[in-house]
Each structure stands twice: as structure tokens, then as C-alpha cells.
């Protein structure tokens, strides 16, 4: 046999792996021996980074001397009847077992069913195409052209021939059933991307540049990597919200009551979320949403699922971590604008929208309606509602998923005080029926930055609740430095870092807005250059777009401005310019913004504003916290000296 077809696939019982290797014996045997080349087939791939990142099998090909007889339409819609030449082809492949009893066309959209639901299998298709676009330009800075086939396993071509025609005529679509050649498959291409004409003939080419099948093969086994070099702090982190033991004290109140976590930074609130919604996917075999206003923290989460191969949102029961926004963008969308209305007017509308959103679910009729629309959309069909970060929310996007989702299928983590949007903090305590569960230790610092973190609200004299440790994570260091020394003590605290058995990714840097500059009408960390020249290697999350989609590679570390830190974690933290941030926020204050129930000057106002923004990056490091001062000698700077003059055994002075 000329063309060489390879399976790859980690789990050979899975029924991926057996669509594999029945498509490999379709190719060798429905393909002319004249033709040569090399097909791969990956089983259950894994689209490392991407938020819709699992594929049932995607099938890369390189061929010469392949000529099909087919039709197709040309670049101006003009029907031809010709051969073409297939050369290179990527192709994601969804595979459903249901048979014809369990699949529907709705227009030209194909559902199959769950239970007493219908699921888009056509949308699951177009995303995960988006998804292996996306993935290829991220590890080889482009990408072939994708095409997408849906393959119903235990349906004949006969079956799926009766759903497509109408009055007589067949629809187009990328459907196959259980029996084809590959001839089929290849002109399922054809629909998707015309041939173009060459003196020699047709072509189809999927534009593999200067790659070959083994490149992209390479970038597919990058998920492989990463999980075998996860570091060890991911890994426990994987450890702790798979523990079975979770299940006794899960949240989920079948009373319908609201459960709400109540803790302050590092008391473990969206590990208990994360738990809860893992217990819900494996005991209730649910369909499970979590939503927060941070992107970053959204992309770290995907990450940490995705090493814990949890299942895409689209499958039967999943967990789905997204922004609030873009949950109540698609949501006012479908329900309010017919789906007419761009990303940049809703956020310019946002406010408005939301109002208009929150009196049609007023009504039971419109709320009813919403609801029977929501079950046609894997997006915002959901059985429980998770919410990260509730702290952040306000008033009407709180009261619309009360309307939406029964109250016994919300839980809520509530960080209190540490919000960032502007305005008065998001009260829940307005929800009569809830259950209240107060966090009281902190789980994620160790021992000596507890207490530098005490000693620091009690120099600036702030009132409030002392941190509890658990007095299990002993150690933990505090270095603060001039900024001008940031590159030598990098080098020192990524090898200590290695040495603990943690990765790149495990270093977390904050920079202010000064660190950040515009390039066009996006963002990106001004300090590239130079770290680059220093060996740093790094995640830019400064950048809006790179922030969508978490790292694939083990030897970055993050960079985000300090508004995004809220929820994450580093084994070790570097405060970048603390002093400038510190200033910043100081000049971003506006007085009557922040509101109060209590009876405060506009001086305290003002400071309680600041130690919830000065606390939110100081409570992100795990093991080494690591601060830099633009200039020792400024306010912030002192306190912090004091602190470090009395507590030399943990905390270095470098400046």
C-alpha cells in the first residue's frame, strides 16, 4: 500500500480510537494504489489552550498522485464537474453513535439528542474547527485550512439521505453515516473549500506552507508534554479538587437554597467551586457553569481542567468556565437582539442591556420564554450556575440569574470586600433562602508570608480580621528589591522554583499600567525586549487577546497587570513597581464611587479602598513574594522597610 496511514490515540478501548482504526481500514481499502503519501489519525486529540479543546479524531493527510472525479462549485458559485488533485487535507472529525432515531435537521443545523434534549452537534463541529485553527496559529504560528466532517457511527448513508432531502433535492452538508468510501469523505471537502485551477487541473490543497504531517503531529502531542511536565504545584492542585472525599461536604442544597462560600483571599473559595462542579458532573451527571469576571483567571482555570482532562462543554455532563459577560452577551443576544447585536455595542450598552434584559424576565411569560430558548443553546443550557468572584457582580446581573436558574442550583463563592470593578460591592445577603459557609484559613500562603501580611495591615493601620493560618505550610520568604536588581534575582527564584519541582508557569509577575503600552488597538507589556534579552520567556496576559487563551509552554512565565490578579496564584509572586501601582490606584480614586453603609470619612473611604487593592497581588504568592520598588524611599516603601528591619529571618531588604 502506497499511502501510509498511522492511528495515535492514548486510550485504545475509547470508541474515538475504534472510529480510528475502522476510517484506516476504510482509506486502505477505497484508495488506488497508484496514489502515495501519508494520513495520520489522531484519537481524542486535545487542543492544548483552547477553550473548546477536545476532538474526537482529526485526521491530517499529505497525498500525491490522488485524483478524484467530483463535483464542486468554483470560487464564483459556478457548478463544475471535473477530477480534482488531492494534495493536503486537516480535517476535525465529530463522531455521535446515536442512530437515526436520535438525530435532528433543523434547517440546515444537525441536533442529536440526550435524554429529552436536543444538542447543536453542527455548532459542536463549527467550534472545534475555530478551536484547531486557533490551536496551530498559537504552536506553529499558522495554520492549514480546517475542515469539519460529522460522522454518525450507527446510521446508514441511506438514513441520513432521507433527513437531507427536501422536495427532492439533497441538502449539502458534512454529514456521513456508517458506511463510505473515502472518496465520500474527500468530497465532503470539496463543499467546504472550492479546488482552484491550475494549468494542470484542479487542486485541493489545505496549505500545509513549509510543514509536513509530522510538524503538526509534533504541535498535536504538545497536550502529552505538558501533562507529563505539569510542575508539581498543578499537580496537587489537580489532586485536590479530583478528591473524592469532597462529595460529604459538598454545597449543593436541595432545599433551594442559595449556598454561598464566605473568605477573604487564599481560603480556598474556588477550589470549592471547582469541587463542587466536578462532584456534579460525576454524581449528578450534569451540565455544569462557572462564570467570574477575571479572564485571566477563566484561562487558568481552563488550563488546570483541561490537565485534568475534564470534558468539553459540549458533552452530556461537563464543567464550563467562562466570563459573566460574555454569558450574559450571548444570553441578551439570542433572547433580546436575535442574535444581530456586535460584542462592542453591548459592553458600549452593557448597563442598558442588562435592564432591559432583567424586565423581560419580570414577566413570567418572557421569563418562561427565555428559558425554552436557553434549551436550545449548549451555551446557555446549564443545570447548575456556579459564580467565582460574586464580590464583583452587580445588582442586575445578580437578579437575572436568580430569574433564570432555581435557587438550589446556584452556589457562589463571596470574596467580600476584594472587588475591582467601580461602584458598591454586589450584596447577596439579599437572597433570603440561602446557606452561608464561612472559610476562615488560609490555605494558600505559607506560614511567614501570613504573618508579613498581617504585619503589613496592622503598620498601615488598618482595622479588620486578622489572617488564621492552619499552621500546616510552614516557611516562605518576602524579598524586596530595587527594580533595577529584577533580572539577577529572577534568575535565583526560577531555579529555587525548579529546584521545588514547579515549571516556568508557576512564576507569577504583576506589573502597573505604566509597564503596559498600546500597540494598535491592543495591549502588551512594554518590558518584552528586555526580559527576552534576559532570558525571561514569557505569557503575556497584558494583552487582551493572548488573555483569552492560557499557556501551552512549560518555560513561560505569566505577566498580567495587577487589576487581573484576583484569584490567581504563583509558588512565586513578583510585585513589579509596587510603589507605581500603588500611586496609580491613589490617582484612579474618586470619591462617592465606592460605596458604604457605614457612617466613614472620606479619608477612610479612601484608605480601606486602597488596602483591598494593595492586598488583592500581596495575597498571590504561595511559597516566595518577591516586591519591587521603583523607589524605597516612597511611602509604601518605608512601611515595607519597618516591616523588614524587624523580621529579618524571613524578609530581605535589598533596595
Known amino acids: ?43 481524542s486529540a486535545t487542543l492544548y489552550g483552547q477553550a473548546v479543546k477536545d476532538v474526537d479524531l482529526m485526521m491530517l493527510g499529505s497525498l500525491q498522485n490522488y485524483n478524484l472525479n467530483a463535483q464542486f462549485n468554483d470560487k464564483d458559485g459556478n457548478r463544475i464537474n471535473d477530477t480534482v488533485s488531492i494534495q493536503t487535507f486537516c480535517t476535525v472529525i465529530e463522531i455521535k453513535r446515536h442512530d437515526i ?6 434547517g440546515t443545523d444537525f441536533y442529536v439528542k440526550y435524554g429529552g434534549d436536543l444538542h447543536c452537534v453542527t455548532q459542536q463541529s463549527n467550534k472545534q474547527k475555530i478551536s484547531a485553527m486557533n490551536f496551530f496559529i498559537s504552536a506553529l504560528s499558522f495554520s492549514p485550512f480546517i475542515t469539519n466532517i460529522i460522522w454518525f457511527t450507527q446510521a446508514t448513508s441511506t438514513d ?81 479538587i479530583s478528591n473524592k472525599a469532597f462529595r ?68 452530556e455532563n461537563c464543567v464550563a ?21 456586535s460584542g462592542d455595542k453591548f459592553l458600549s450598552h452593557y448597563e442598558q442591556v442588562l435592564a432591559e434584559l432583567n424586565d423581560f424576565l419580570s414577566d413570567s411569560e418572557g421569563a418562561n420564554l427565555v428559558k425554552e430558548e436557553l ?37 457562589v463563592a463571596d470574596g467580600g470586600n476584594q472587588f475591582v470593578r467601580r461602584g458598591k460591592v454586589c450584596d447577596w445577603t439579599v437572597i433570603h433562602e440561602r446557606n452561608n459557609i464561612k472559610l476562615k484559613y488560609c490555605l494558600r500562603q505559607k506560614e511567614n508570608i501570613i504573618s508579613f501580611l498581617n504585619l503589613f495591615t496592622v503598620k498601615i493601620d488598618m482595622a479588620g480580621g486578622k489572617i488564621l493560618s492552619t499552621d500546616k505550610m510552614p516557611g516562605g520568604r518576602i524579598r524586596i528589591i530595587d527594580s533595577a536588581k529584577l533580572f539577577s534575582v529572577h534568575d535565583e527564584e526560577m531555579n529555587r522554583l525548579i529546584e521545588c519541582g514547579n515549571i516556568a508557569y508557576d512564576m507569577l509577575y504583576l506589573v502597573p499600567h505604566a509597564l503596559v503600552k498600546k500597540d494598535g488597538m491592543d495591549a502588551c507589556f512594554s518590558e518584552k525586549k528586555e526580559f527576552e534579552q534576559n532570558g525571561i520567556f514569557f505569557w503575556d496576559g497584558t494583552n487582551s487577546n493572548t488573555r483569552e487563551n492560557y499557556s501551552v509552554r512549560n518555560d513561560e512565565v505569566r505577566v498580567l497587570q495587577y487589576d487581573s490578579a484576583r ?12 510603589d507605581i501601582f500603588i500611586d496609580e490606584k491613589s490617582g484612579e480614586y474618586i470619591e462617592g464611587e465606592v460605596d458604604s453603609l457605614l457612617l466613614e470619612s472620606p479619608a477612610e473611604r479612601k484608605k480601606k479602598y486602597m488596602y483591598n487593592w494593595m492586598m488583592i497581588p500581596l495575597t498571590r504568592a504561595i511559597d516566595t513574594l518577591v516586591i519591587t520598588l521603583r523607589n524605597p524611599d516612597s511611602k509604601i516603601g518605608q512601611i515595607i522597610r519597618d516591616i523588614a528591619e524587624e523580621h529579618k529571618d524571613y524578609i530581605s531588604w535589598m533596595c
Request: aromatic share 10%; charged share 30%.
Open 1 to 43: 500500500m502506497a499511502i501510509k496511514v498511522s492511528v495515535y490515540g492514548a486510550d485504545k478501548d475509547s470508541d474515538e480510537y475504534n472510529a480510528a482504526l475502522k476510517l484506516k481500514n476504510i482509506i486502505q481499502d477505497t484508495t488506488p494504489d497508484s496514489a502515495i503519501g501519508e494520513i495520520v489519525l489522531f484519537a
Open 101 to 106: 432515531s436520535g438525530i435532528v435537521l433543523n
Open 160 to 240: 441520513i439521505d432521507a433527513l437531507l432531502v427536501n422536495n427532492g433535492r439533497r441538502l449539502p452538508s458534512n454529514v456521513i453515516g456508517a458506511d463510505f468510501d473515502f472518496k465520500d469523505v474527500l468530497n465532503l471537502l470539496l463543499l467546504q473549500k472550492p479546488p482552484f485551477k491550475t494549468k494542470a487541473g484542479y487542486i485541493f490543497d489545505s496549505n500545509y506552507e513549509s510543514c509536513g504531517v509530522s510538524d503538526f503531529q509534533k504541535a498535536l502531542q504538545l497536550f502529552s508534554k505538558s501533562k507529563e511536565e505539569m510542575g508539581e504545584l498543578t499537580r496537587k492542585r489537580i489532586e485536590m
Open 248 to 315: 460529604d461536604r459538598s454545597l449543593i442544597d436541595s432545599d433551594g437554597k442559595v449556598s454561598i462560600y464566605r473568605g477573604r483571599a487564599g481560603t480556598g473559595k474556588t477550589v470549592g467551586l471547582i469541587q463542587t462542579a466536578i462532584y456534579l458532573v460525576d454524581e449528578k451527571s450534569a451540565r455544569v457553569l462557572l462564570l467570574t469576571y477575571n479572564k485571566a483567571l477563566v484561562s487558568d482555570i481552563r488550563r488546570l481542567f483541561a490537565l485534568a482532562e475534564l470534558p468539553d462543554m459540549f458533552e
Open 321 to 341: 468556565v467562562n466570563t459573566m459577560q460574555s454569558y450574559f452577551y450571548r444570553l441578551a443576544n439570542k433572547v433580546l437582539y436575535d442574535g444581530k447585536m
Open 375 to 411: 434549551s436550545e443553546d449548549s451555551y446557555l443550557d446549564w443545570d447548575y450556575l456556579l459564580i467565582d468572584e460574586a464580590q464583583d457582580w452587580n445588582d442586575s446581573e445578580r437578579d437575572i440569574v436568580l430569574k433564570l436558574f432555581d435557587k438550589g442550583k446556584i452556589i
Open 567 to 578: 484569584g490567581l496564584e504563583g509558588w512565586t509572586v513578583v510585585c513589579v513597581d509596587f
